[in-house]
């Protein structure tokens, strides 16, 4: 099974890594999907994104990820965000409440915690 090396970084800390078969990622261009064996891209990483793992033992990992860059090359992935958190770390609460409250990026933000916890926005 072909497999590639993922990390999953925030500027405070390193949320996920570990080998995985699949990545999708919501960068400025749309979205992406990653195989091993991708070709090298660097991507910027959209506001109010998620970025979906798929590990080699077939576990879901999602995470909200709010700007930052994305780069893969042949064997790997690197997602560096400026903020991300774990879907299974989500306050899904919190969030469904900050959905009708604050502003405009406040509401992105809100919409990727809950598709990152597997909720609908």
Do not use: C, N
């Not at 990390?7 to 990545?23: F, N, T």
């Not at 064996?37 to 994104?49: D, F, K, N, W, Y």
């Not at 009708?100 to 990152?116: F, K, M, P, T, V």
Request: glycine share 12%.
């Amino acid at each position: 099974m072909a497999e590639m090396t993922v990390e999953l970084v925030a500027v405070e800390r390193r949320l996920w890594s570990g080998k995985a078969k699949y990545v999708i990622a919501q960068t400025t261009e749309g979205e992406i999907g990653i195989l091993p064996g991708h070709e090298p891209v660097l991507g910027q990483l959209v506001e109010g994104g998620v970025v979906m793992i798929t590990t080699v033992d077939g576990e879901h990992v999602g995470a909200a990820v709010h700007g930052g860059f994305l780069s893969v090359t042949a064997d790997s992935v690197s997602v560096l965000a400026e903020s991300a958190e774990l879907g299974e770390e989500v306050d899904v609460a919190a969030a469904k409440a900050a959905l009708s409250q604050g502003d405009e990026d406040e509401r992105a933000r809100a919409g990727a915690r809950l598709r990152a916890a597997g909720q609908s926005a």
